[in-house]
């Protein structure tokens, strides 16, 4: 004669005919905060540089960054990418870096989006 299988209901504990089923749960990661990078006006800094910035440290074209520096002039600020906060506070630094050493008092901020 086989031995019998063991069944769910032959276990200590268990109340008789139920069945139980194990599931998993993931924790949910959450995708981290966003920051905007902006670009302030001021009355020093030539358009071309500011143009220029655009194109160097954040990839633009030149008829996009072209178009950023206008709303940047025209508005007096504008959002000239949106990063992980590591990726942002780096373009802040490397855009006020250059500037100053070009002589320029152009601004660039770092905001939560």
Not at 25 to 35: G, S
Not at 70 to 94: D, I, N, R, W
Request: proline share 7%; charged share 25%; hydrophobic share 40%.
């Amino acid at each position: 004669m086989s031995p019998r299988p063991v069944l769910m209901s032959d276990r200590k504990g268990a109340p008789e005919g139920e069945t139980g089923v194990v599931t998993k749960t993931r924790p949910k990661t959450q995708r981290p905060p966003l920051y905007k990078v902006l670009l302030l006006n001021d009355d020093y800094t030539p358009m071309e540089f500011v143009v220029h910035v655009l194109e160097r440290f954040f990839g633009m074209s030149h008829a996009h960054a072209f178009e950023l520096m206008l709303t940047v002039h025209k508005k007096g600020v504008a959002v000239v990418g949106v990063f992980s906060f590591e990726v942002a506070e780096t373009k802040v630094a490397q855009v006020m870096d250059f500037a100053r050493r070009h002589q320029h008092p152009l601004q660039c901020t770092m905001e939560k989006e």
